[in-house]
């Protein structure tokens, strides 16, 4: 019922940008809140940035400066701009969904998932 479908991921040089999309239906766009998680190999699932259905833009501290979330309510789609790319930020980038107020860090807060994307940051 709840999805979203993440796209945009690719591999660059370090210093080299991306956009990521995330396209959600199924559900009413503006009550919901939408999460970027990445997770690396060996590494746990992280929170990463957040637009939320009450007006917070939060980003995890490591981003701050260089990533960039909005939305296109017009499309029902969340975009992160993600520049100024260093190869910590390789992982598989997930967007997430949450029914609800607030940017949560923790991935149970979140009910949709998508299958993710991959960045890949090349030194």
């Known amino acids: 019922q709840v999805q979203v479908v993440e796209s945009g991921g690719g591999s660059v040089q370090a210093g080299g940008s991306l956009r990521l999309s995330c396209v959600a239906s199924g559900f009413i766009f503006s009550t919901y809140s939408i999460a970027w998680f990445r997770q690396a190999p060996g590494k746990e699932r992280e929170w990463v940035s957040c637009i939320s259905s009450d007006g917070l833009i939060r980003h995890v501290d490591a981003v701050k400066g260089r990533f960039t979330i909005y939305q296109d309510n017009t499309k029902n789609t969340v975009n992160l701009q993600m520049n100024s790319l260093r190869p910590e930020d390789t992982a598989m980038y997930y967007c997430?969904?949450?029914?609800?107020?607030?940017?949560?860090?923790?991935?149970?807060?979140?009910?949709?998932w998508g299958q993710g994307t991959q960045v890949t940051v090349a030194s």
């Open positions: 997430a969904a949450r029914g609800g107020g607030g940017c949560p860090w923790w991935a149970a807060a979140y009910s949709g």
